[in-house]
């Protein structure tokens, strides 16, 4: 039997984690066309509403139920407006590690809510499912999302060269179009001891990077996350 994560929601002190619905497409597809998301991640462009309904109906139900990882939407508990993702993805059930990754939306940038619905689900993985590691990938030029991961007490192990790609406009056009250009990828980690302090950010403003720590995953390229802040090849 193929080991999966519960179909869950967890909430913070502004903040609600839960699986994606059909009502959050508009507003994923306003999220996923913001020019950081499509710099940062291996996102479509443009990111139509039938890329966004096959990610909720297929894409982020099947990372769950495979065992690859989970695929949580963040909104705020008291508007309901969709503020950004959470994923856990290449998971590893015989030594209970996985990677997380995040990306905020636009509007929702500077209020700490990428740190705090990490910090959330990094709790949960440790409390309550008996996990032992997080990773986080980040691109090098990705100060932003870096700053999250120095903010949450994540411990840097390292520089993968090479590893990731991201965009940018040809010759700096704003109008130009998009080119990919290769990265190297910082490697992060949290373990059970490194929380240990931490209680205090759960509901702390700062900085939220457009996204960082992943890469498009591979059965549903609709969709990249942000914790890498590039794509893995």
Excluded: H
Excluded at 8 to 15: A, D, K, V
Excluded at 94 to 120: D, N, P, Q
Excluded at 146 to 172: H, T
Excluded at 215 to 223: K, L, Q, V
């Amino acid at each position: 039997m193929t080991a999966t994560f519960p179909d869950i929601s967890l909430s913070t002190e502004r903040l609600l984690l839960r699986p994606y619905d059909e009502d959050d497409i508009p507003e994923l597809v306003e999220m996923m066309n913001d020019d950081l998301v499509t710099a940062w991640t291996g996102s479509p462009r443009p990111y139509t509403e039938a890329t966004a309904r096959s990610f909720v109906s297929t894409g982020a139900p099947g990372e769950r139920t495979s065992g690859r990882g989970l695929v949580l939407g963040v909104s705020e508990l008291l508007t309901q407006r969709l503020v950004g993702t959470v994923q856990l993805q290449n998971t590893d059930w015989r030594i209970r590690g996985t990677e997380i990754g995040y990306l905020t939306a636009s509007w929702a940038r500077g209020e700490g809510y990428a740190g705090e619905s990490v910090l959330a689900v990094v709790r949960w993985l440790f409390r309550n499912q008996g996990f032992e590691r997080v990773e986080l990938r980040t691109a090098a030029d990705n100060s932003a999302s870096q700053q999250v991961a120095q903010k949450i007490g994540c411990i840097s192990e390292g520089v993968l060269r090479g590893a990731g790609l991201v965009r940018s406009r040809a010759g700096d056009d704003p109008a130009g179009r998009w080119v990919e250009t290769r990265t190297d990828l910082l490697v992060w980690s949290l373990l059970p001891e490194d929380l240990d302090g931490l209680d205090d950010l759960d509901g702390a403003s700062g900085t939220d990077g457009a996204g960082e720590g992943y890469d498009a995953y591979a059965p549903y390229p609709d969709y990249a996350d942000y914790s890498a802040a590039a794509r893995r090849r």
